[in-house]
């Protein structure tokens, strides 16, 4: 039984962590950079560390300073979230060798699966269906030239230590492909230290699915069904929801068969996820194994009305998993949307500043996991996503309107956000209709309709400080007449007197 356990992380998965393990009555340990002191994650928790710097490099990615600070602190265990560290070998073998227990799978099976190449050589050893493709020495660009014009174009250059569509490149024809290949090599470099690269097909029009896995010590691997997760912006997920209207029953089962076949093929344990890309014939390929939480794990845990993070510890404590395949059950429907402080307009550019008025959106099947309150600092320092926003009901369309509905219930002053874009796009037809892919925002544009809910969203932010008597603060936000015009619609709409 674990007494006490730190978190390395900060932010909205920090806080959702904390919650669990207090639940489960183990104390939570916060560690926090300079920015973080005031934060919401170093509020809930039961102790809190410093860290002693602003940058990640100096903070959150400081192996040697969380590693003393968890002996310091004499915790049994490190939960490292999503991001940052999850993903380090280096990191989950130090927490090893600091006999603390890393809540995740071994270093072994991280440093394997974080290497695209050797992940793919895994699972084409497994049966697993992978992409066609090439890996080899890219200075042979006539084997590889070979290999492309076999394959068939448009073909994908990617970063073998990559991920987040650093080192990614789309090769249309052969001219392109020495230069593509060189241009990869040089920005995996830059972000991964890695200049490595490989070669699949290019699928085209496709879906992105993952299954969720989980594997204990005792050898058990199970899949919780899948999510869909094609809606993006430069390759980073910005909507998922489960099940996916893409999968039939037959197709749904031999997925997760060929994922559960991956998890025990690398001797998985604890929380994973298996990404398939799934073309327009229904036919899926492998493409990599996140060895961590995913950012999306609300919408499984909706549909499956489980504690995955209460899962992973107990697996880390020894447990065996309490349920077996046929246990498992896919219940309803679950949408999570991504909050950030980002502008759409502005090529999703960050936004900075405080956040003056922030109010969740509560009710009968809405979540919101946040790591920010109201009054809290957004900084240039770290990933702008402030919360996610996560509605489930019996059905994808009933999941849909309450989303829509929370979307526009969800006031946010002092920074920009997505969140009148996240409601154009769930409330576009062709994304009602569930036929998508993820080139979606690509051939569609929800950014016209976007810049008008501007005003609309401002206005439901104003009627709420409205009606919590803050008119002074309202009438300071409304600055001009030109705006006071444009907002007059929507504020006669719940009646509220403009000021």
């Known amino acids: 039984m674990f007494r006490k356990v730190l978190i390395a992380n900060r932010g909205e ?6 919650k669990t393990l207090q639940e489960m009555g183990i104390q939570a340990v916060a560690i926090y950079s300079d920015i973080d002191e005031d934060s919401l994650h170093v509020e809930y928790s039961d102790e809190a560390y410093s860290l002693y710097g602003s940058t990640s490099k100096d903070t959150y990615l400081n192996i040697e300073k969380i590693i003393d600070i968890a002996k310091v602190a004499k915790v049994d265990a490190i939960h490292p979230g999503y991001g940052f560290l999850s993903e380090n070998p280096r990191f989950a073998q130090a927490c090893l060798d600091a006999n603390i227990v890393f809540i995740g799978p071994s270093p072994s099976v991280i440093a394997e699966m974080g290497d695209k190449i050797l992940a793919k050589k ?5 049966s697993v ?10 200075s042979d660009i006539d084997e590889i030239k070979n290999v492309a014009n076999k394959i068939g174009y448009p073909v994908l250059v990617k970063a073998a230590a990559g991920g987040g569509g650093k080192g990614m490149r789309i ?31 290019y699928i085209m029009n496709p879906r992105h699915i993952e299954f969720q896995i989980f594997g204990d010590t005792h050898g058990n691997v199970i899949h919780l069904f899948e999510r869909e997760c094609s809606i993006q912006r430069r390759h980073q997920k910005i909507i998922e929801e489960s099940p996916s209207s893409a999968l039939t029953p037959e197709l749904r089962k031999k997925m997760g068969e060929a994922a559960v076949m991956a998890g025990k093929a690398i001797g998985y344990t604890n929380a994973g996820t298996v990404e398939f890309i799934l073309d327009e014939n229904k036919n899926f390929y492998f493409l990599e194994v996140n060895t961590r939480l995913q950012v999306e794990h609300p919408v499984t845990e909706s549909i499956i009305h489980g504690d995955l993070v209460k899962a992973q510890i107990l697996v880390a404590m020894g447990e065996k998993l309490s349920i077996t395949q046929n246990d498992v059950i896919q219940d309803g429907h679950a949408i999570e949307c991504r909050i950030y402080a980002e502008d759409p307009q502005n090529n999703f550019f960050p936004s900075t500043g405080i956040l003056e008025v922030y109010k969740e959106p509560t009710g009968p099947g809405i979540r919101v996991d946040s790591g920010v309150k109201q009054g809290s600092v957004i900084s240039v320092h770290y990933d702008p996503m402030l919360a996610k926003l996560i509605t489930y009901s019996k059905t994808r369309n009933a999941a849909i309107e309450k989303m829509l ?34 080139h979606f925002l690509e051939k569609y544009n929800v950014f016209d309709s976007a810049r008008i809910n501007k005003d609309k969203e401002l206005a439901i932010a104003l009627s709420g400080l409205i009606c919590d008597g803050n008119k002074n603060i309202a009438s300071l ?15 006669n709409i719940g009646n509220w007197r403009m000021i």
């Open 122 to 126: 895994a699972m084409t050893k497994a």
């Open 129 to 138: 269906p992978v992409v066609p493709g090439w890996s080899g020495n890219i």
């Open 171 to 201: 090769v249309k024809e052969v001219a392109e492909l020495e230069q593509s290949i060189e241009s990869a090599g040089r920005e995996a470099q830059n972000a991964f230290g890695d200049n490595r690269v490989f070669i699949e097909k």
């Open 477 to 491: 936000v409304v600055d001009n007449k030109q705006q006071k015009s444009n907002l007059e619609p929507w504020l």
């Open 13 to 18: 998965i920090a806080v959702r962590i904390t």
């Open 405 to 438: 509905w929370a979307l526009n219930h969800y006031p946010v002053l002092g920074i920009t956000t997505n969140i009148s874009f996240l409601h154009d796009v769930i409330n576009h037809s062709v994304f009602r209709s569930g036929d998508i892919d993820t």
